[in-house]
């Protein structure tokens, strides 16, 4: 599946570098005649001259690395070079984009890579980790944007990234230079997705007490009378299953077994500072407990018999056949993997809840504050352009009551639920606060207790009026109205829930910066840790006497070297 | 007179020569310029000081290759696969062509011969996706072992299948193109020999042992020495497009462990230590095998 989609994803390229020109033509046209108004808009706004959402006189052109996802809801005819938000971006700010390359999941990592190793960056780009971003920086690769950033950033744009305390602006922040725009970050927690249509159906009683949590046993029963019964009438049934790397780094991981192992005190893939000693997650005696857990799950076939070699893509497949109706994934999956279960079966519904441990509590870790950079090139003669387009779509777009009779276009997309990947800036720009916040106003926004116009931000508003239409006609609405529904008052409702109600156990991990050995020997640890599990959780080996084996031959090969590295760090 | 014939040759010669020039100058820039990349695997490589600015570090690449724990490992399934994959596809080249020689019904041997050829052309990343819907769980091939009452096997993510796996298929897409060159071999054979031996009350099997396959040796043994050369490449395409985690035990070779460790890594330096030991090597097996057809058949190959 995944070649099949990189292949996809090559012929959609060219099939994209064959409508290029006919569109960006067509594009500069239309824009000419309304810039003018446009200019005069934000001109008068804005009383400086130069100020956050001022055009270039000279059109400019900003070539990107694209990451994509699957948009199905993307117009006829709209690319991720040409869309409503690209438009608008050419109309406000005079600015052009360019596509270096477009990939998505993996595939975007490695042309990052490649486009590092070959020293031939686009004039700005996402990268993911922190290592990237260092290793452009030691590089001299991008740009210093902390003269941009002062000059240009909005008030709002920099009330956002005060909200982490300077968490979010530190992690970027080099020798004193502010070196990147970091996507923000907010806590959330893992959640388990469970086809209420089918149990309903079944006649299960899920989750008694209504306190949104189910316990270990629970799941397996529900995954168990799901596998047995067959609600979906679906060939070659699957009980749950997981992605190949079984943990995830992020909390929420979609696809991984991060809940369950939380659930078991396991908190895999996560530096742990215990009173200045560090522990790493992956290698204490809950991980081991999490491991033996999915290992007798496959073992009596309640796992994917296929568990390692079923990729993300086979898994999202699974969901929408039916063949599975249990999965792991944050708030948001409902907005961009259990719309396509959905789209399937307009009878499809699901149910979140969180998985608690022995003590009814429910384990979670905080966040990183930082999710992704976008850097600009250093060669680039605009870096500011950057900070302006982070004006634009994350003040602007978020904030302005007139959106959308002054740019239908953009606001139509927003109710349409185009994937916000569109946007030319693939990140998140949100305050600490900003999921209950937003959910806040929703929940009132949809009980009539304030006028969606009071809502804070125009996605909200949007989003009560979807979460109404859900309610209105729950199997006849738009597919969007049940995603948004699902996300927020499912997802989200039950972040707020717990919160509430004192249920969440937060864990602060710590995320300590590649040490010297990490450079050597981190590649081998990471495919030892993830052979090994794999191996542990489809019963290839024995989960004590490998799983031993594991933690001593981590510990000789580096590990206990980069543990005391990273002790050094903390000093 | 003479000279001026001499003359001639040598100057009808040169339009020869020119048409080996874009040849050449391909085989300069893309075979030989790269070869400068060789310094980095004596430099700790960081690409925007380039080159001439890295910093000179003398063979620590190539001690910490050797001092990696997975490297035996890596070799060990790089070896057992290419080797594999020489002898299986060598072996199904070579009986496919005699085989193929034997049909007389023109349109049937084209026929054929295409239908074999055909997956030659097609890209493993097109082919992976194919070959894991044919073996996975519950594909065709795992129906019919689970319809004769076997239990089903997960090719993909096992360590014993996987490598039985990834040879077979590879010799599956490659023997018809590969037999080409034997059938060329074939036709060669000066069919008076195979007429004597005929008279001679020579059975097919007598033949082919005593006329037909002496009379390809020369073509088995420059292909496999060429062959030779490639052994610590395993395919690097096909195994990336196949394997997972599960399977890096035996399926882990040093074509994807390279690209795993050193370029999504980016240790750019380890990445070409490792590429320089691989030609080192090749370039041993190639001298080798050459000498090794000398004595062994008298002919040499360069």
């Known amino acids: 599946m995944k070649n099949l989609k990189r292949s996809l994803i090559f012929m959609s390229v060219l099939a994209l570098a064959a409508t290029m020109p006919a569109c960006s033509s067509k594009n500069s046209e239309s824009s000419s005649g309304s810039s003018s108004a446009s200019e005069n808009n934000s001109q008068s706004s804005k009383a400086q001259a130069d100020g956050p959402l001022t055009p270039y006189s000279d059109e400019i052109t900003i070539t990107l690395g694209r990451q994509t996802v699957q948009n199905p809801k993307i117009p006829d005819g709209d690319t991720y070079e040409n869309n409503a938000y690209t438009r608008w971006l050419k109309k406000v700010l005079n600015i052009n984009i360019k596509d270096e390359f477009e990939a998505s999941g993996d595939d975007y990592s490695t042309q990052v890579s490649l486009a590092l190793s070959s020293g031939e960056m686009p004039d700005m780009m996402k990268v993911s980790s922190k290592d990237d971003l260092r290793e452009l920086y030691e590089n001299d690769m991008i740009a210093d944007l902390t003269d941009a950033y002062n000059t240009y950033a909005s008030d709002y744009i920099k009330q956002i990234y005060d909200s982490y305390d300077g968490r979010a602006l530190g992690d970027v922040t080099f020798d004193g230079k502010i070196m990147a725009i970091p996507a923000t970050n907010v806590d959330t927690v893992g959640e388990v997705w469970i086809r209420s249509d089918w149990a309903q159906k079944l006649g299960m009683k899920i989750d008694e007490d209504k306190n949104g949590c189910i316990t270990i046993s629970e799941l397996e029963g529900i995954a168990k009378e799901f596998m047995q019964k067959n609600p979906g009438n679906a060939q070659n049934v699957v009980g749950m299953a997981f992605a190949p790397w079984l943990t995830a780094d992020e909390p929420d991981g979609t696809y991984s077994i991060n809940t369950i192992a939380y659930a078991l005190g396991a908190f895999p893939k996560t530096w742990i500072n215990e009173n200045g000693k560090v522990i790493y997650g992956s290698t204490t005696q809950e991980t081991k407990t999490a491991l033996k857990q999915i290992a007798s799950w496959f073992k009596s076939g309640l796992v994917d018999q296929q568990l390692g070699t079923r990729t993300w893509d086979d898994i999202t497949a699974l969901l929408v056949n039916g063949q599975t109706g249990v999965t792991f994934g944050c708030w948001h999956i409902p907005d961009w993997l259990l719309n396509n279960v959905r789209s399937m079966d307009s009878k499809a519904t699901f149910e979140s809840y969180a998985i608690e441990d022995a003590n009814g509590k429910v384990n979670c870790k905080h966040n990183n504050a930082t999710a992704g950079y976008f850097v600009v090139n250093k060669k680039y003669a605009h870096p500011e352009a950057a900070i302006k387009i982070v004006n634009l779509f994350y003040d602007e777009m978020a904030n302005s009551k007139t959106l959308k009779q002054d740019y239908p276009e953009v606001a139509k997309y927003q109710e349409d639920g185009v994937d916000g990947s569109t946007r030319p800036f693939n990140i998140e720009i949100n305050k600490s606060t900003s999921l209950l916040d937003d959910y806040s106003d929703i929940e009132k926004g949809v009980k009539g207790e304030i006028s969606p116009d009071q809502a804070r931000t125009i996605e909200s508003r949007t989003v009560i009026q979807n979460v109404k239409n859900y309610l209105a006609n729950p199997d006849g609405c738009e597919v969007v109205d049940w995603s948004k529904y699902h996300s927020r008052m499912k997802g989200i409702e039950l972040i707020q829930n717990l919160t509430e109600n004192n249920k969440l156990n937060w864990v602060t991990p710590i995320f300590p910066t590649t040490t010297q050995t990490m450079k050597t020997n981190w590649a081998n640890l990471r495919t030892m840790e993830e052979e090994t599990f794999i191996k542990i959780a489809t019963g290839a080996e024995d989960a004590d006497t490998a799983f031993d084996q594991f933690v001593k031959d981590w510990n000789s090969m580096g590990g206990e070297q980069i543990i005391s590295e990273i002790e050094e760090q903390l000093k | ?302």
């Open chain 2, 1 to 302: 007179m003479l000279k001026t014939k001499k003359d001639l040759t040598r100057y009808s010669q040169i339009s020869y020569h020119l048409m080996m020039l874009p040849g050449m100058f391909f085989l300069i820039l893309f075979s030989y310029v790269p070869m400068v990349g060789i310094i980095m695997a004596f430099q700790d490589f960081v690409p925007s000081k380039g080159l001439w600015g890295s910093n000179f570090v003398g063979l620590k690449h190539f001690i910490y290759m050797v001092q990696l724990p997975d490297i035996v490992k890596v070799i060990r399934n790089t070896l057992i696969i290419s080797i594999g994959k020489i002898l299986l596809g060598t072996f199904m080249a070579i009986a496919f062509s005699i085989l193929l020689n034997e049909i007389r019904l023109k349109f049937f041997k084209k026929t054929v011969q295409t239908i074999v050829y055909l997956p030659h052309f097609l890209s493993w990343v097109v082919l992976a996706a194919v070959v894991m819907n044919m073996f996975n769980l519950d594909g065709p091939i795992n129906q019919f072992i689970a319809s004769i009452g076997i239990p089903k096997i997960n090719f993909l993510g096992n360590n014993k299948t996987f490598q039985p796996l990834l040879i077979s298929t590879d010799v599956w897409k490659e023997f018809g193109y590969n037999s080409i060159v034997y059938l060329a071999a074939i036709t060669t054979i000066d069919p008076g020999l195979h007429e004597a031996a005929a008279i001679d009350g020579a059975s097919w099997w007598k033949r082919v042992w005593h006329v037909t396959l002496p009379g390809m040796l020369p073509i088995i043994t420059l292909m496999a020495a060429m062959s030779l050369t490639g052994i610590l490449s395993a395919g690097f395409d096909q195994v990336y497009n196949l394997y997972s985690p599960i399977v890096y035990e035996t399926g882990d070779t040093l074509d994807t462990y390279v690209y795993r460790i050193g370029l999504v890594g980016r240790q750019y330096s380890f990445g070409s230590a490792v590429g320089l030991c691989r030609s080192l090597v090749g370039t041993i097996l190639l001298l080798t095998s050459n000498w090794l057809a000398k004595e062994l058949t008298d002919r040499k190959i360069f």
